[in-house]
């Protein structure tokens, strides 16, 4: 907070820059239906809670994770990492959060509201349970970007520095800002291009479970159950090979003092 609070004016253009992108999204797809009644299955307010499930998922993660996994890389090149591994608290728990955007929450709590007013003209009623297998895979969801996201910033500990995080985050997230059924076939004879992006950001690196999971369990559509448990296992084999990259990754590690 007062790390915040002494830069009040890059906390406010955060503020703005995520309200100006958010509501420049919702009036995009405003636009597009406006002209057709849905997009591959999705009605409007289903879509609009899907992307506000894909936004609460984002900004969880750039709230909490982001800022400190970009970081590492500083840590290591003046010598602050050190000071972490000696200290008798889980060095990756530490690196992980050490510090908190909170320019970020604005966006969890546009993504709250985007998905609150969703579900009011959906108008389906909601279950305590369908509401907290929701959270549970919104937690999955968290879990695999940051599974993904530590692996790339070990890289640091080998390069010296690793400023492309943001890039690389950018690029592969935006695969999940679509639901899966988007990359759908239309000729049944072949396997064609977006089937095949389908499949592997599924099966290979499942981003496009990520958010389409838990938005079609929040909207009462998830009828293929599997994509389900694909979603979970994804979550905790991410867990568990982030932690070893880590653990593996400080073994190599040349202490700044060396």
């Not at 692996?151 to 999940?176: E, H, P």
């Not at 389908?198 to 290979?204: E, I, N």
């Not at 690196?205 to 694909?230: C, D, F, G, N």
Request: with cysteine; net charge neutral; hydrophobic share 55%.
């Amino acid at each position: 907070m007062i790390r915040e609070m002494m830069f009040q004016g890059n906390f406010l253009i955060q503020i703005i820059t995520r309200a100006f992108w958010f509501f420049a999204q919702i009036a995009l797809f405003q636009i597009i239906f406006s002209e057709v009644p849905e997009i591959n299955g999705w009605s409007r307010d289903q879509y609009f809670a899907f992307m506000a499930t894909g936004m609460l998922i984002n900004g969880i993660v750039e709230t909490f994770f982001m800022p400190n996994c970009a970081n590492l890389s500083e840590q290591i090149r003046t010598g602050r990492l050190d000071f972490i591994l000696v200290k008798p608290v889980d060095s990756q728990f530490l690196v992980s959060l050490e510090r908190i955007n909170l320019a970020m929450l604005s966006q969890v709590v546009l993504a709250l509201g985007l998905l609150t007013r969703s579900l009011w003209r959906i108008g389906d009623p909601l279950s305590i349970f369908q509401v907290s297998v929701f959270l549970f895979y919104v937690a999955l969801g968290v879990m695999f970007f940051y599974s993904m996201m530590i692996v790339t910033a070990c890289s640091s500990i080998f390069l010296g520095r690793n400023q492309g995080l943001y890039d690389f985050w950018f690029y592969i997230t935006v695969f999940a800002r679509y639901p899966r059924s988007i990359y759908n076939g239309r000729d049944d004879s072949r396997f064609e291009a977006g089937e095949i992006l389908q499949t592997g950001f599924s099966y290979v690196m499942p981003i496009l479970l990520v958010v389409t999971v838990p938005a079609r369990v929040i909207v009462s559509t998830l009828e293929e159950k599997h994509w389900a448990v694909v979603s979970l296992v994804a979550a905790v084999v991410g867990m568990l090979i982030a932690r070893v990259v880590f653990r593996w990754s400080l073994n190599h590690y040349r202490s700044a003092s060396s």
